[in-house]
């Protein structure tokens, strides 16, 4: 009897992060971080761990879209899961009647990426290797095996994603080095939550920089003054050097984007992040060619690699965010890491929320030994909560990000806060005034 | 006391149309047409209809996805509601928790499809007018002042789509006429069926053409040879002057479509439907810029009214296809009416499924009265199957859509339908083999 799929288990977390306004921006004032978690087990009891990211309400559709999913790989051999996690990747998101959710968007793009991500968790597991570092030692022929190419060949091949790959591999083994003595850059949200005060965005900027981050981002776009004030009070604490990234959360227009964002650029804000709908990819074009040398970068909500491959092929980018949980996870984005290097556009992931900063690090890390080689104006969002929930957490250690050396994906809750937190019947959410995470 | 809402009930309808082949294309071999059925009641009885279209498995989640909306609009004074019809989609498609799971795509849009659609059945109901007439009697200014302009105001300002509606207003009245004697141009996918023979494809197509369409629409893409002989076929039997539109349903890439569509040509195919992945407005604009004069279309998967700006600004698409139940309803709809009046691109609109021909026939019709002021090759799809469960059921005589005379959108399903094909419950379902629809 071979070793095959048994359980594919989601259940529906929340944490209720809106009571501190933790995560308040623009467009999402009160988000109550939340995650469909998935775990898959084996016939021979190995399990593997992943996730959708939301923000509270409709987490419930989520874990109903993991569920309608389950059926098409449930009963698999394990094996012949493993060995070709682009055949299984395809599989949850290539089914006739599912696909019509998406395709390739939306909760059922996302339920996708849960369970992707749980195989690639239970694969590392019994390699006994973090993700990171599974996919910078796989051959580059087995990476490129895992792309589905149908609608990307006009903008990379496989050739050409062979000879990206096949160029880094003589330096993997020295960046593997570099990387575990030094880890790879984080840049930090924590300071700039839309609800938080003047004094705390003063004081947490301040405390940024003490801690060695050279990045720190500011949420904008609700009032255009107070957008002034607050990048004006940041750029004094932090000083000319120090990177201010600002994000919008998309609740601009093109036209209004473009306005907004000049009598912003005399603070010298690095990148400005979803200025506008994150489906225009002409916008986000139009924007960038008016607010230059201020970056235009996106990709939280950017939904699929067809819409990547059309960001960079309209040149609407500076900055690439991919996120560990949008789109069909670690295989589709190991396609996005080569459309990113083919372009010479910079990864600097999304991150945040629950689980996003502990699966998305191990993408960069892969850029940065087999893919790109290069950290090189590129950096990994960190927001400092709800790590305590995860059995493997994120380190972040002088504005670096500390490379896993726990096999896995990082992406396992401690089973106390899953029956805290599990929405609505946990103590948490039980009590009269729910308890703060 | 008010009358409000007073409860929005969501049904897993599914027809099991996948024992016949009915509806089987390349990238849906064996579609279950179904239905989130969506009714809203109000406290004094007055009951709307509406409903999202999927092919099968994954109905569940967007039942699941329109209860997740709920409770955004329930309780809400039937007046507000009906009185600024679009903050009521606003209100559904903005909830800053919700949103997540789109933006604006996928489960959760449909979901506020449903809705929106169900609540302008309402208002239809109450004005005892069918919706094509209540909009084509709406005053401009009311018209739009419905529309969200954010994103995308650089390609449609508000004062423009007012000068598209206005200079569309002196004729209203004698377009009103026309419709109702002479009604709307359909075309039918009926004879195209990947799956049905060469004999049943021949005797449907001709059987087309002596009921008087002048144009079917054949699906494509599933095997070279085989489309030719039945291109070819096809155009034996209906003669040169009727169109025949193909349709690949996504299957190629964009490269692959150029060189698939070469060796049709000689066939003189009307328009190419979705070539490629739906998402791909820059893979649109090259593969039409190669195939010309064979136009390209698309719209089905379009999933909002930003993907079809997009369309009309590269110039990637000769044909429109709005969908009823894709984007979020009647009110999202009118703004790409007046995108697509702005750019001078036809719509065709999508129809099929379950209840599509039935609603979205009043969105071509308000567009020849109100809008573009013209059917000149403007064709809405027809299929021949499902109209039975339908209280109100698109009419088809000699190729063309009757005008509904009857109050309301259409969407209205017979109570013994749903009862019977209720998933997973329905008598349909419970037998050992479910019973052909």
């Not at 395709?103 to 991500?117: F, R, T």
């Not at 201020?294 to 690439?320: C, P, R, S, Y």
Request: overall charge negative; hydrophobic content about 45%.
């Amino acid at each position: 009897m071979p070793e095959v799929i048994s359980a594919i288990e989601a259940v529906d977390v929340r944490f209720p992060t809106s009571l501190n306004l933790d995560g308040s921006d623009a467009m999402n004032p009160e988000p109550d971080y939340s995650a469909a978690y998935v775990t898959i087990r084996t016939s021979a009891g190995e399990e593997g761990y992943g996730l959708a990211f939301t923000v509270g309400r409709g987490n419930d559709v989520q874990v109903a879209a993991v569920r309608a999913l389950v059926p098409l790989v449930a009963g698999m051999p394990v094996d012949d899961a493993l060995a070709d996690l682009g055949g299984f990747s395809r599989r949850l998101t290539g089914d006739s009647q599912l696909r019509w959710l998406g395709p390739d968007k939306g909760a059922i793009h996302m339920a996708a990426a849960a369970i992707v991500n749980a195989v690639w968790d239970l694969r590392a597991r019994r390699e006994g290797k973090p993700v990171w570092r599974l996919l910078a030692e796989l051959p580059p022929a087995d990476l490129v095996d895992l792309i589905d190419f149908r609608y990307l060949e006009e903008a990379l091949t496989r050739d050409e994603a062979l000879s990206i790959l096949r160029a880094a591999e003589p330096g993997r083994a020295g960046r593997q080095a570099e990387l575990l003595a030094s880890g790879y850059p984080a840049y930090t949200t924590t300071p700039g939550w839309l609800g938080y005060s003047p004094e705390k965005l003063a004081t947490l900027a301040s405390a940024a920089v003490d801690e060695g981050f050279t990045q720190i981002k500011l949420k904008v776009g609700a009032d255009l003054d107070d957008d002034i004030r607050r990048l004006r009070l940041a750029r004094e604490v932090v000083g000319p050097d120090v990177r201010i990234a600002i994000d919008a959360n998309q609740v601009w227009g093109v036209g209004q984007a473009i306005a907004w964002l000049r009598p912003l650029a005399e603070f010298d804000p690095y990148w400005i992040e979803e200025p506008t709908s994150p489906d225009d990819v002409l916008g986000h074009a139009a924007i960038r060619r008016a607010v230059a040398p201020i970056k235009v970068a996106t990709g939280e909500h950017t939904h699929n690699a067809v819409m990547f491959k059309q960001l960079l092929q309209a040149e609407a980018i500076d900055i690439l965010q991919l996120d560990a949980s949008r789109v069909a996870g670690v295989t589709e984005n190991i396609a996005i890491l080569l459309l990113a290097a083919k372009f010479g556009v910079p990864v600097c992931p999304h991150a945040g929320g629950v689980g996003l900063c502990e699966m998305v690090q191990h993408l960069a890390m892969f850029d940065f030994v087999a893919v790109s080689g290069t950290r090189r104006d590129r950096v990994i969002e960190y927001v400092d909560h709800l790590h305590e929930h995860f059995v493997d957490p994120a380190r972040v250690e002088r504005g670096r990000y500390l490379a896993p050396d726990r096999p896995g994906l990082g992406a396992r809750l401690h089973p106390e806060s899953i029956a805290r937190f599990r929405y609505p019947d946990g103590p948490a959410w039980r009590a009269e005034a729910p308890v703060v995470a």
